[in-house]
C-alpha cells in the first residue's frame, strides 16, 4: 500500500495517525504505554500485546478483568495464527436449570462461565514471548499497587456499572471501598488486584486454574450456591484455531471461527462483492445503503446458525461459499431497505489492543467481561471481577446455541487481521462494543482495504449501526441529506446522542507499511492513544 494510503481525507477528530517501526494501540493510555515499554525493553509484539492486556485489567475495568475471556491472531513474521480464549459453562449448568427464565442472567454467579483471559496471556508467551510474565505484568501491578487515575470516559462507565451491580457479591468493596465508584481524575488503587497478578505471572497461571486462586473462585462460588467448580477451572484449555477468511480488495480479511460473531463481517464483504461496492464513493448513499443491507443479511445468518462450533449444525465454512453468498446477494433492492428479522442485540463492555514490532510481528488481541464489569462478582481478597459470558446462551431448545454443561456461549467479541495480495500482513484491527463490532469490522474494511483512506480517518469517520428491522443508528456527523435519502428508501434512521458516540465502539488499527513502518490509530470516541518508536 506504499503510496497508496490517502492522508489527505479527513474526518473531524483530535487524533492524527501515529507512524513508526513498533508500534501499540489500545483504548486506555496507561495500558498503551505499558505495552510500548516492553517494546523498548528489547520484548516482540506478543509480549507488549500481554503486558498491554495485563495492564487494562486495572485501569479499565469497566470493560475487562482478570476473569475476562480473551480471543488473539498473531503475525509470527512468516503465517497467522488464531487462539480461542474463551472458557466453558461450568459442567452442572443444565437447560432445566435456566428454563424458569424468560432469557440468560446478566448478573450474579449464574451468569458467570469459566474465565479464559489469563490461559491467553500464558499460551501467547510461552509460543511466542520473548520475556517472562513476570517481568510482563510489571507495569500493571505497579498500576494496581501505586494506583492509577481514573481517565474521563471510564469514570462515566465506572458509575454506571456501580449503580447496576453495587449489590452483587464482592463488588462494592473492590471497587467502590469509599462506598461509592471513584471519579475522574481520582487516584484508584487496587492492591488485592496487584497480589493477584503476582501469583498469576509467578505461576505461569497454574494459581488461577489449579492453585490458590482457583481453590478461592471455587470456595466463592460454593458460598452462593454457584455451578461453578475447580474442575471447571482444571479442566480449561485456551485452543489454537484454524482461522476463517474472505478475500476482498485485492487482499484477504480473517477473522476466528464461531464462538464468535467475526464470520458475519466476513458474509457482509462477500455479499458486497457481488455488488461492486467498490464503484461507490464513501459515504455516499449507495455505499451506506448496500453496506447495511448487507450486514443485516449477515446478522441474520449469524443470529439463526452461529454458536460453539461444536455444537453448529454445520460448518461455518458453508456461509462463506460464493453460490450461498450470491445467493443472498440478491435479496438486497437496490433502492429500497429490507426487514429482515433478528433480535436487538445488547451493548457490553469490551478492550480492544493492536501491537507491532520492527521484526515484523503483529498482534490482533481482544478480552472482555462482556456487559461492562461482567457479571458483577469479585472474589474477595483477589480483584478478580468474573464475566457474564453465560449471558450469551439462549434457552431454545432447538438452538445450536442453547445453554448447557461444558459449552462456549456465543460471543461476541472478536479480533481481525488482514493480508495484502502477496500474503503478506496489511492490518492488525478491531472494534470493541458487542453488536458493534462485526459492523464496525465491515466499516474499517471498506473504508482502508477498498478506499484506501488512512486508519486514523477509518476511524474517525461516522459510524451507523444496524439494530433491529430497519432500524439503523448513525452518528450525528452523517450527512443531512444523506440521511434523508436514505429515509426516503425505507430506512429507520436513528441519530445517535452526541454525547454517546462510544457507543458505536472503540476501534485500533496498525497498518504495515512495505517500506518498513507502521502507521497506527486509535479511537477518538475514547480515552485511547496509539503510540510509536
Sequence with gaps: MSGEIDFNVGYPSWRAPMMGRNA????QPLAA???LRILQQGGNAVDAAIATAIALTVVEPTGNGIGSDAFAIIWDGKQLHGLNASGRAPAAWKHETFAHLAAMPETGWDAVTVPGAVS???ELAERFGTLPLTTLAQPAIDYARNGFPVSPLIGELWQRGYNKLRDQPGFSACFAPQGRPPRTGELFRNPDQADTLEKIAATNGEAFYRGELAEKIAAFAREHNAALTIDDLKNHQAEWVELLSRPFAGGSVHELPPNGQGIATLIALGILEHWDIGRYQPDSVEWLHLSIE???LALVDLERYIADEDHMEFAAK???SDEYLKSRAALIDAKQAGDFTFGAPTQSGTVYLSTADADGMMVSF????????????????????????????VLDKAHPNVVAGNKRAFTTI?????LDGDGQPLMSFGVMGGPMQAQGHLQMVLRIMLHKQNPQAAIDAPRWRVVAGREVIVEPSMDRNTLATLRAMGHKIVLEDPLQTYNFGGAQAIVRDPQGFYIAATESRKDGQALVF
Design 24 to 27: 501499540v494501540a489500545t483504548s
Design 33 to 35: 504505554q505499558a505495552g
Design 120 to 122: 491467553a496471556w500464558v
Design 294 to 296: 448487507a450486514m443485516k
Design 318 to 320: 458453508h456461509l462463506l
Design 366 to 393: 481482544i478480552q472482555s467481561n462482556y456487559m461492562g464489569f461482567g457479571s458483577g462478582v469479585v472474589v474477595p481478597g483477589t480483584g478478580i471481577s468474573l464475566q457474564n459470558r453465560g449471558a450469551g446462551f
Design 414 to 418: 472478536i479480533p481481525a487481521f488482514a
